[in-house]
């Protein structure tokens, strides 16, 4: 019988485990232990993608895409416009929540170590950039686009657009909140909640309509084989 990874949540102690489910056992994986225990004492039980090699291979490639469309820029006027978003969204697509999530997390971990791959370079004192919060936003973005296009893989065009739109909502959120917190405790400035929602978000919102309907239209016309979560 093939071995099959899951993760879990024991509300009894609050521990997560990564765990191996093999024939009618459990072995499960914490921070210090490792343990051999039925898998009825579990409470939630959440099955994630298999890893393969192929999966692996797939988050490094969307990884790279989302560093490149940082530096692919398509002149408009008065709105600057990459390709970045269009492929956070893509990973979580194609890839699923799990697989979409690491992509966006090795772009993020990049990007922290020093790879100038944001967009006015790297490096860990860029978390006191006040626009971090937008990429930071990449994380649970993906993570929510794939969970939610997952859960209908038969859906039509319009539902993947929601999808996307629900990750664009997390990134203005997020963006603007991390925004006015480094605004104020570390550059020492007062702004305006209303006034950058207008600047760092409403202004973005054509632009990223277009990006959600292309991302949407894109996945819709993969074939399944090429999908990681197919095979």
């Given at each position: 019988m093939p071995i099959v990874y899951l993760t879990t949540y024991d509300k009894n102690n609050g521990a997560v485990y990564r765990i191996i489910h093999q024939q009618s056992y459990t072995y499960a994986?914490?921070?210090f232990t490792f343990i051999h225990i039925p898998a009825m004492l579990f409470s939630e039980v959440i099955i994630m993608q298999r890893l393969t090699p192929r999966s692996l291979a797939m988050c490094a490639l969307f990884?790279?895409?989302?560093?490149?469309?940082?530096m692919i820029r398509i002149p408009l006027p008065y709105i600057p416009f990459t390709l970045q978003t269009l492929?956070?969204?893509?990973s979580g697509l194609i890839l699923g929540p799990a697989l979409g999530l690491t992509s966006a997390t090795l772009y993020l971990i990049a990007g922290?170590?020093?790879l100038p791959v944001f967009t006015n370079g790297g490096g860990l004192l860029y978390v006191l950039q006040p626009t971090f919060g937008y990429i930071l936003a990449f994380c649970p973005a993906t993570y929510v686009i794939g969970y939610l296009a997952h859960k209908r893989p038969s859906a039509g065009l319009w539902y993947i657009m929601l999808c996307c739109f629900a990750g664009v909502a997390i990134i203005y959120i997020l963006?603007?909140?991390?925004y006015v917190m480094i605004a104020r405790l570390y550059l020492g400035q007062t702004i305006s909640i209303w006034q950058l929602s207008i600047s760092g978000a409403l202004v973005f919102l054509p632009k990223d309509?277009?990006?959600c309907?292309?991302?949407?239209?894109?996945?819709?016309?993969?074939?399944?084989s090429l999908l990681p979560h197919t095979r």
């Open positions: 994986i914490s921070s990884a790279t895409l989302i560093m490149v469309g940082a492929f956070v969204f893509l922290l170590i020093g963006g603007v909140a991390y309509a277009l990006i309907f292309t991302a949407a239209y894109l996945y819709k016309r993969l074939p399944p």
